[in-house]
């Protein structure tokens, strides 16, 4: 099944006589050395998600303060009707995924990539040339393909022994891409493009990116023997099987996914109104801010849960994800103090949330459910659990924004921002502490299996390789 190690490959993994489809590219990362792999891996990841966003997030950059909902009886502000209607169908989206994520075979996710940020460019089309009372439509449109993108990419990436590293590098996508694409975006207003075709424009300049780093995602090779050995084999679930692992965990799931809604949305509101935030904390106007503040957050990030691949015991590492994020909880309530006490600049005041946020929030999005999966010995794929708890959390941000605009209309958004710090991090603090306590009683050891899905037997040809990433 395998050739001797010829010169200049990795030491860490045989050669691999590969199948006549398989391209020169997906050969040689088979032979690379983890470095080599990790650094090309994170980086395509990172690419996909990153360009996603300049579909996303484009529209967030204008406040839109002279368009009005004309044909509307009730008053309610344009910019929030877009900011629902997008996180609508965003969050329809997670929940479509719980279903599609988890039994999307890996040979369909590129091409689904591909498809569902082309009908998103369609929904941006619209926005630019719909009727003002309709383009709130076009802004569903847009956000209902782009739920599913996280979960194809990240099927790429789970139930490796590097994920960590690869996971993390994902995430810092999301971390820096909302600033630098709404840089993109007021560059572009500020060049003459309207602020109605401007969204269209800004994911336009992305396609090259996009279309690239796509086919460089889709030629990673699947998981060696040693990753299965070591994280538990990564299968399409039914709804049996997705059900049996709910009712497992469901108390511990409950507690953690409960914060994560939390977490949601502070970083939606915090994403979505940046501009207004910064404009209360003196800012108006610069789009530098934008992506000052987001920079040293994800490096921050970044390098703590990078880290975490050293962990080999899976049981030990799950805790400790949830350690991290308590004190993303804890990181994130404090600066907010530290803010109304004086002693906190602005811009501090959004690195200091910002990095508590997402060392909080990031742990969904991958290491958290990977770690989980490959603790409990369960037969599945992380894409069915993030979905879950994406589904929740989309639902929150939209219940901010109603009561925001019915209830707390003349309240700053800075004040809302603060408020929303110290309850974010008040209650995770406590849903993360009982959390730990449960996990550490009902996850067992490495060595105990405690399978929900029986094991099913490798899907992949002969000769997959048994490398070391």
């Known amino acids: ?169 994902l995430s810092a996508s999301f971390i820096v891409s909302s600033g630098i694409v709404k840089s993109v975006a007021v560059w572009l207003m500020n060049s003459g493009v309207s602020e109605f075709w401007m969204p269209a424009a800004t994911g336009a300049l992305f396609l090259p990116v996009l279309f ?26 039914d709804g049996a099987q997705r059900k049996a692992f709910l009712g497992r965990y469901f108390p511990g799931l409950a507690l953690l996914v409960g914060g994560y809604i939390l977490l949601t949305v502070f970083r939606d509101f915090r994403d979505d109104f940046a501009v207004e935030i910064w404009a209360d904390l003196g800012k108006e106007g610069d789009p530098t801010v934008l992506t000052q503040s987001e920079i040293p957050v994800a490096i921050i990030t970044l390098i703590a849960f990078g880290c975490l691949v050293m962990i080999r015991n899976n049981r030990l590492a799950f805790l400790t994800i949830q350690g991290m994020s308590l004190l993303g909880a804890v990181l994130m309530g404090v600066t907010a103090l530290g803010y109304v006490a004086g002693v906190v600049s602005p811009l501090w ?13 990031m742990p969904f999005g991958a ?32 219940s901010l924004l109603v009561y925001k605009n019915f209830f707390a209309a003349d309240v700053p958004w800075l004040t809302v921002f603060l408020t929303g710090a110290f309850v974010t991090s008040a209650v995770c603090i406590v849903f993360f502490i009982l959390a730990m306590g449960y996990f550490r009683k009902k996850v067992d050891d490495d060595e105990t299996p405690a399978a929900v899905s029986a094991p099913a037997p490798d899907p992949r040809p002969a000769g997959i390789p048994v490398g070391a990433r």
């Open 349 to 361: 005041l959004m690195i200091g949330t910002g990095a508590g946020l997402y060392i909080g929030y």
């Open 212 to 237: 690239i780093s796509v086919y460089a995602l889709s030629q990673l090779p699947p998981p060696t023997v040693d990753d299965i050995a070591a994280r538990t084999q990564r299968l399409p679930m």
């Open 1 to 169: 099944m395998t050739s001797p190690t010829s010169p200049g490959a990795s030491p860490h993994a045989p050669t691999l006589n590969p199948e006549p489809s398989q391209s020169w590219l997906m050969t040689r990362l088979e032979r690379a050395s983890t470095l080599a792999f990790v650094v090309f891996g994170g980086l395509t990841a990172f690419c996909v998600y990153f360009s996603m966003y300049a579909f996303r997030k484009p529209y967030a950059a204008s406040k839109y303060e002279d368009a009005t909902l004309l044909g509307w009886d009730i008053d309610f502000g344009f910019k929030e009707t877009l900011v629902i209607a997008q996180i609508l169908g965003y969050a329809l989206s997670k929940v479509i995924g719980i279903k599609v994520i988890s039994e999307m075979q890996p040979s369909r996710r590129a091409p689904a990539i591909l498809g569902l940020i082309g009908i998103s460019l369609l929904g941006l089309i619209l926005f630019a040339v719909l009727p003002m009372d309709l383009k709130f439509l076009a802004l569903f449109v847009n956000g209902l393909p782009l739920g599913l993108i996280w979960g194809l990419v990240f099927g790429f990436l789970e139930g490796r022994r590097t994920t960590e590293i690869l996971g993390a590098m």
């Open 367 to 398: 290491m958290l459910f990977e770690r989980m999966i490959a603790a409990t010995k369960t037969v599945a794929n992380a894409g069915f659990l993030i979905y879950v708890a994406d589904a929740s959390g989309y639902l929150g941000t939209v």
